[in-house]
T-cell receptor, first 114, second 115 residues
Framework: SQELEQSPQSLIVQEGKNLTINCTSS?????LYWYKQKYGEGLIFLMM?????EEKSHEKITAKLDEKKQQSSLHITASQPSHAGIYLC??????????????FGTGTRLKVLA | DTEVTQTPKHLVMGMTNKKSLKCEQH?????MYWYKQKAKKPPELMFV???????INESVPSRFSPECPNSSLLNLHLHALQPEDSALYLC??????????????FGPGTRLTVL
């Protein structure tokens, strides 16, 4: 099973609707990152969450980290066609093991219908 | 300059060819990464360079050979690749290799096709 699961796998919404993407870890998180990727392109860093309960917003995107649940959510308000793409969470789960480990979630494909 | 650049954008090569991918950043980052991404899959870490030294090799076949000539440049040398190596190759950099300030900045990728 994946160490970083995202849900849903894909999402189609009408423009103007709100939506939420979840990222759940089976390991202790030492920082959770959200990225957006257009097909065949590089990843664009959206935001980073470090502490449990932390919430950050940028334009119409808000991300929260629930440390107890080892989960993060990404919420988009009043979605627009420009929000379409693949959303990936990333996490450093190295901990104190001495072995570096940075992983990505399974990804959520978002389509916004105009 | 807050950009990671990668060249070439596209590369088509035969199984007997030798080619190189190039990645450059001028943000003063001391960690650089190579990822491989197959279609509809998340990126998979291949190599990590920390302070110009190879610190992580995720059991990548020797037909992929990374090189970090200086703190701004990262190369990936390719030789005798297989068709299953066709993928998007992404380069990334971060301030430090691990820890809480590990947001990684990605380049646009090189789309590699092996015939």
């Amino acid at each position: 099973s994946q160490e970083l699961e995202q849900s849903p796998q894909s999402l189609i919404v009408q423009e103007g609707k709100n939506l939420t993407i979840n990222c759940t870890s089976s390991k202790t998180l030492y920082g959770l990152y959200w990225y957006k990727q257009k097909y065949g392109e590089g990843l664009i860093f959206l935001m980073m969450l470090q502490k449990g309960g932390e919430e950050k917003s940028h334009e119409k995107i808000t991300a929260k980290l629930d440390e107890k649940k080892q989960q993060s959510s990404l919420h988009i308000t009043a979605s627009q066609p420009s929000h379409a793409g693949i959303y990936l969470c990333g996490a450093d789960i190295s901990g104190t093991s001495g072995t570096y480990k940075y992983i990505f979630g399974t990804g959520t494909r978002l389509k916004v219908l105009a | 300059d807050t950009e990671v650049t990668q060249t070439p954008k596209h590369l088509v090569m035969g199984m007997t060819n030798k080619k190189s991918l190039k990645c450059e950043q001028h943000m003063g980052h001391r960690a650089m990464y190579w990822y491989k991404q197959k279609a509809k899959k998340p990126p998979e870490l291949m190599f990590v360079y920390s302070y110009e030294k190879l610190s992580i090799n995720e059991s990548v076949p020797s037909r992929f050979s990374p090189e970090c000539p200086n703190s701004s440049l990262l190369n990936l040398h390719l030789h005798a690749l297989q068709p299953e190596d066709s993928a998007l190759y992404l380069c990334a950099s971060s301030q430090v290799p691990t820890g809480v300030y590990n947001e990684q900045f990605f380049g646009p990728g090189t789309r590699l096709t092996v015939l």
